[in-house]
């Protein structure tokens, strides 16, 4: 089975600068979540997905996040204008469908290390 | 909102020693528990999980893990590490709507 994939692997950009991230989740998995892991510190959940719908995004900094899943499967994170305290890992994971999501597994991606200058 | 406590930032030990990781939490209601591993180069996996039932959880890899209701913990064991068990664990704790990690606990274990 394979597992999620993200892209790109590592990124190097400059403040007040774009970002896209790409998450691709395992085939039918319902449920994608992007989190953001800044060093030294657990991932925190940045926005929740239930296909294309979105659950929860209650941290997500909306002024300069968003991030949208088209068709219920492939989802992107973008930063604009990306700030100096975005340097960090942005993991995507996804989980099966279930009437209990909580009881579900997360599969994680490889993430994506972001470095802002 | 709920937190997750790891109590140790780094561990380091000789193999054939026992570990324990604690993990504390906040949230006073009905919870999930979950104890997720990252190898050195490698994703984030799950270790364990506890839902319901024996407080008692087996994992891979001869890890498991106590759930005590009393004191809002669920901490990590194995009698006796290997020089593989080298990772970053992570405590995670879910309520109905959210997944919240602790910081995590860097293993290092010695040949």
């Known amino acids: 089975e394979a597992g999620v994939a993200q892209s790109p692997r590592y990124k190097i950009i400059e403040k007040r600068q774009s970002v896209a991230f790409w998450c691709n989740p395992i085939s039918g998995h319902a449920t994608l979540y992007w989190y953001q892991q800044i060093l030294g510190q657990g991932p925190k959940l940045l926005i929740q997905f239930q296909n294309n719908g979105v659950v929860d995004d209650s941290q997500l900094p909306k002024d300069r996040f968003s991030a949208e899943r088209l068709k219920g499967v492939d989802s992107t994170l973008k930063i604009q204008p990306a700030k100096l305290e975005d340097s960090a890992v942005y993991l995507c994971?996804?989980?099966?469908?279930?009437?209990?999501?909580?009881?579900?597994?997360?599969?994680f991606g490889p993430g994506t290390r972001l470095t802002v200058l | 909102a709920q937190s997750v406590s790891q109590h140790n930032h780094h561990v380091i030990l000789s193999e054939a020693a026992s570990l324990e990781l604690g993990c504390n939490y906040s949230?006073?209601?009905?919870?999930?528990l979950f104890w997720y591993v990252q190898y050195p180069g490698q994703h984030l996996q799950l270790l364990l999980k506890?839902?319901?039932?024996?407080?008692l959880v087996k994992g891979i890899k001869g890890f498991e893990a106590e759930f005590i209701k009393s004191k809002f913990s669920f901490n990590l064991r194995k009698p006796s590490v290997q020089w593989s068990d080298t990772a970053e664990y992570f405590c995670?704790?879910?309520?109905?709507?959210?997944?919240?990690f602790g910081a995590g606990t860097t293993v290092t274990v010695r040949a």
């Open positions: 995670a704790v879910s309520d109905d709507y959210k997944l919240s």
């Open positions: 506890y839902f319901s039932g024996d407080p």
């Open positions: 949230y006073g209601g009905t919870v999930n």
């Open positions: 994971a996804s989980s099966p469908s279930g009437a209990r999501w909580s009881y579900n597994e997360q599969f």
